[in-house]
């Protein structure tokens, strides 16, 4: 079965810093698509990144960057020089019979 | 603009009643889904549509009932048999379905459900 885990539940940092959110995801499937996405407080998702396995490329989008690694199972965001803005919660998922969803990580950016 | 709007914001419901939250979408897309959020959870499935007038249950459909009469429309209805309704509920699209959530799912606002 498909599976997300975002261990980290909460993370605190002051602005101008790099953050690192962690996500490693357990599937069977050779072929499948990991994707990220933000919630701000306003609660819509709003949607990041859509990577799929057969690109091991990394990704980087103004400040934000995305690294996946097959061999640990990991898909990794960072956000460098983080904003107040960036205050979120963030989702990572995995396609599989449907899209299975972590728990979100919350990312407070204090000013 | 195109995209996916929600209604209403907030709803409140008071013990043995049924309410419908409003899912459009202007996008053109096939598949609709309804999600539930807890707090510090991650999103559930609750009912998901790959065409108009079709859709399936996800993995927490007991409590709930859709309809698919119109591709741009997918209203939820929350019924007295749900008793734990509290929560956030976000409707989603994508372009077509593609078994395995592949495609790129957009989501609406959200609806807030509290009980009274």
């Known amino acids: 079965a498909q599976k997300v885990t975002q261990a980290q539940t909460e993370i605190s940092v002051v602005e101008k810093e790099d953050v690192t959110l962690d996500c490693v995801y357990e599937?069977?499937?050779?072929?499948?698509?990991l994707f990220w996405y933000k919630q701000p407080p306003s609660g819509e998702l709003v949607f990041l990144i859509r990577?799929?396995?057969?690109?091991?490329q990394n990704e980087i989008s103004g400040r934000y960057s995305w690294n996946f690694q097959k061999s640990t199972s990991s898909f990794n965001f960072t956000i460098t020089a983080s904003q107040v803005v960036d205050s979120a919660v963030y989702f990572c998922?995995?396609?599989?019979?449907?899209?299975?969803f972590g728990k979100g990580m919350k990312l407070t950016v204090n000013p | 603009d195109g995209g996916i709007t929600q209604s209403p914001k907030y709803l409140f419901r008071k013990e043995g009643q049924n309410v419908t939250l409003s899912c459009e979408q202007n996008?053109?897309?096939?598949?609709m889904y309804w999600y539930r959020q807890d707090p510090g959870q991650g999103l559930r499935l609750i009912y998901y549509?790959?065409?108009?007038?079709?859709?399936q249950k996800g993995d927490i459909a007991e409590g709930y009932s859709v309809s698919r009469e119109k591709k741009e429309s997918f209203p939820l209805t929350v019924t007295s048999a749900q008793k734990n309704p509290t929560a956030f509920y976000l409707c989603?699209?994508?372009?077509?379905?593609?078994?395995?959530?592949?495609?790129?799912?957009?989501f609406g606002p959200g609806t807030r459900l509290l009980v009274l």
């Open positions: 989603a699209s994508t372009a077509s379905w593609a078994s395995g959530g592949v495609e790129t799912q957009y």
């Open positions: 599937t069977r499937d050779t072929t499948y698509y």
């Open positions: 990577r799929n396995s057969f690109d091991e």
């Open positions: 998922a995995l396609s599989g019979k449907k899209l299975v």
């Open positions: 996008l053109n897309h096939d598949a």
């Open positions: 549509s790959q065409i108009v007038n079709d859709f």
